[in-house]
């Protein structure tokens, strides 16, 4: 009995949460606006990469506009939290922004199914 593969997007989120509380709580200087990138970018690539898996599952002449909407927010999503500097420190293993929302997106695309972009459309 291994864990179910729906409750990894739970997992996600959770851990987006705690990393951002540990931010406000630990940086210093603290900054604001790296803790909004630090929210909403690895949420946007991890959306971006379950968008793009439903394309896939999706009609045909919807297939190429959201890939192409899933890579280009997967890419402003790096690029952003790549400009602001943000690191994760999880157990003492240092992940760089562009890791941690590279991570996101694989998590929204491995791990998204069929009946989750069925519930979506």
């Known amino acids: 009995m291994g864990l179910d593969i729906r409750y990894m997007h739970t997992i996600w989120l959770w851990l987006i949460l705690l990393t ?3 931010y ?3 940086a210093e200087p603290f900054s604001f606006w790296i803790l909004i990138s630090a929210i909403f970018a690895p949420y946007i690539a991890w959306f971006c990469g379950s968008a793009l898996k439903a ?5 045909s002449n919807e297939r190429v506009l959201g890939t192409l909407f899933g890579i280009i927010g997967f890419m402003l999503s790096w690029y952003w939290i790549t400009n602001t500097g943000f690191w994760v420190s999880i157990f003492n293993l240092d992940i760089p922004g562009y890791g941690w ?6 998590i929204g695309f491995l791990f998204t199914t069929k009946a989750d972009s069925d519930r979506a459309l």
């Open 101 to 106: 929302v590279t991570i996101g997106f694989l």
């Open 20 to 22: 951002c509380l540990s």
């Open 24 to 26: 406000f709580f630990n």
């Open 55 to 59: 394309t896939i599952y999706g009609p």
